[in-house]
């Protein structure tokens, strides 16, 4: 076949499928566009796993009128201007390609009013193509709804996993982002359930409870060190609670959550002898270190970063740890007591 330059539906759905593998990334994805837009509610409305629906609500501060055709075109951010602007990102968006990606594989349906704007506005785009824009009546803030995920790449509906495992991860996801952000109150509705509420009062014990349930989250244990500009906090389960796979093993950096090996690995070894083979700990850890100490900018679903020095994060992580493990254990019994 001679070389081609690609259609850009072609193109658009290739690039769709680096950022949204299945309905939890186009959860996260909308939420992070909440947070960015500095909402205090985020509301997640789930219908079929995903498939059907997902709609994501915010208070945040909404998009001018003018602009909404503009945010689902690829490559279009508010949040970067220029490519030094990467190496100091304070947003958890930045590449511009979360909207135009989903709406080139779904209906998408996007509704936003600006804070002093009197009306809003509202745009329809299915498989790429804007099918509607008109003036729309809602409070201040931004609904985005997306309405058969995957209707035209149907070989991805094909990998997608049980109804239950994708419900599953979405309520993870999201209550993931509830406990790093307890100052905002985060709902989520499964099939028209109730399955997270959390009620943004920064506390984030209490989102704990939430989560895992009043027992489990009285034992976890704080964390909390201050090593120069790298701030370690979270929690972690104590000895004697363990789970059978790193799965609720959750890192945070600079607000942004990372699947990162070395970070997990620093924790697990801050349990040293403490874990039985085969076993891992529960664990929210989040860190906060300066923008410049981090590049966000290695993996389509930024769900990796790259540390300017690795070794100094993870000797911090572990000294966090180990120091919330050897505050709480129970002082070993050496008289019998009555
Ligand atoms: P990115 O987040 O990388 O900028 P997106 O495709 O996710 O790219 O969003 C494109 C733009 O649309 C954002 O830069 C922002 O200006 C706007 N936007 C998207 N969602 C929201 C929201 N919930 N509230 C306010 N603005 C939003
Ligand atoms: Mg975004």
């Not at 094909?158 to 994708?166: A, I, P, Y």
């Not at 506390?203 to 370690?232: C, F």
């Not at 906090?233 to 959750?250: A, K, L, M």
Request: proline share 4%.
């Amino acid at each position: 076949m001679p070389i081609r330059i690609l259609a850009e539906e072609v193109a658009s759905q290739i690039a769709a499928g680096e950022v949204v593998e299945r309905p939890a990334s186009v959860v996260k994805e909308l939420m992070e566009n909440s947070l960015d837009a500095g909402a205090r509610r985020i509301e997640i409305r789930i219908a079929n796993a995903g498939k059907a629906l997902i709609e994501v609500t915010d208070d945040g501060c909404g998009i001018p009128a003018g602009e909404l055709t503009l945010a689902v075109a690829r490559h279009a951010t508010s949040k970067l201007s220029a490519a030094e602007d990467l190496f100091r990102i304070a947003t958890l968006g930045f590449r511009g390609e979360a909207l135009a990606s989903i709406a080139s594989v779904s209906r998408l349906t996007l509704i936003s009013r600006e804070q002093n704007a009197e009306m809003g506005r509202k745009i329809v785009v299915e498989g790429g193509k804007l099918i509607a824009n008109d003036a729309a009546g809602l409070p201040v803030g931004t609904l985005v709804r997306v309405e058969n995920l995957f209707f035209n790449v149907p070989a991805r509906l094909k990998f997608l996993k049980s109804d239950l495992t994708e419900k599953n991860q979405i309520t993870q996801l999201v209550s993931r982002y509830a406990l790093a952000y307890p100052q905002i109150r985060f709902r989520l509705m499964q099939d028209e359930r109730e399955v997270l509420l959390s009620h943004g009062k920064n506390n984030r014990r209490e989102v704990l409870a939430q989560i895992y349930g009043n027992d489990l989250a009285r034992q976890m244990l704080e964390v909390e060190l201050e090593d120069e500009d790298i701030r370690v906090r979270g929690f972690i389960s104590p000895v004697g609670i363990s789970r059978s796979n790193r799965r609720e093993i959750v890192f945070f950096v600079n607000g942004r959550w990372v699947q990162d090996a070395g970070l997990s690995t620093a924790l697990i070894q801050a349990y040293h002898t403490l874990l039985m083979v085969g076993r891992y700990p529960i664990a929210s850890i989040f860190v906060e270190m300066s923008p410049e100490m981090v590049d966000v900018n290695v993996h389509p679903a930024k769900a990796e970063v790259r540390f300017r020095d690795a070794d100094r994060v993870f000797r911090a992580v572990q000294r966090a740890v180990k120091r919330a493990l050897l505050a709480y254990s129970p002082a070993p019994q050496l008289s019998s007591s009555t």
